[in-house]
């Protein structure tokens, strides 16, 4: 199946709208953007950078993306997005790139843990417009840089 322009703009939003919901800590409607049944599956950085955790569900989905909150601050950059039709309509595979930056620390040893990661979704468009019912998170790489100042949420 392809996708429409109007499909692949959605799809975009909705990735947007995941990356904005984790920045601006609204976890439960980042957990809304899921199917009912969906899975996330994440690492658990730095001991292993390929997905070993799977969560199930939106209550599950949401406890698991809160886990950004222990950081000071977050800036998810999607860098890249490639779309396809999945094997029938109302399916479609998304291949996202993202530089996900976490800041904590206090004022005289403030950090940047950077991950270069890339998301592999499927979604499903029902009733309520497009939702992501798989999401594998992968990371790529990981570096730790000093920061001079950060602005507090």
């Given at each position: 199946?392809?996708?429409t ?6 799809l975009t939003d909705l ?6 919901g ?7 409607a980042?957990?809304e953007l899921?199917?009912?049944t969906?899975e996330?599956?994440?690492p658990?950085?730095?001991a292993?950078?390929?997905p070993v955790h ?6 599950a989905?949401?406890a698991a993306?809160a ?11 999607i860098v ?5 039709g999945?094997?029938?309509p109302?399916?479609?595979?998304g291949?996202?790139?993202c530089?996900?930056?976490h ?13 270069h990661?890339r998301?592999?979704d499927e979604?499903?468009r ?8 798989r999401r594998?998170l992968?990371?790529?790489a ?7 100042r950060?602005?507090?949420?």
């Open positions: 199946m392809s996708l322009t109007l499909d692949r703009l959605a990735v947007h709208r995941y990356a904005a984790l920045d601006d800590r609204r976890f439960d980042v957990a899921f199917t009912d969906a996330l599956a994440v658990d950085p730095p292993t950078l390929e799977r969560h199930h569900g939106h209550r989905i949401a993306v886990a950004v909150a222990a950081m000071a601050r977050t800036e998810h950059a890249g997005e490639v779309y396809d999945g094997p029938h109302g399916v479609a595979r291949r996202i790139a530089v996900a930056h800041w904590n620390g206090e004022a005289d040893r403030l950090t940047d843990v950077v991950w990661l998301y592999d979604y499903q029902g009733d309520g417009g497009w939702r992501i019912a594998i992968t990371i790529n990981i570096e730790t840089r000093p920061v001079r950060l602005r507090r949420s």
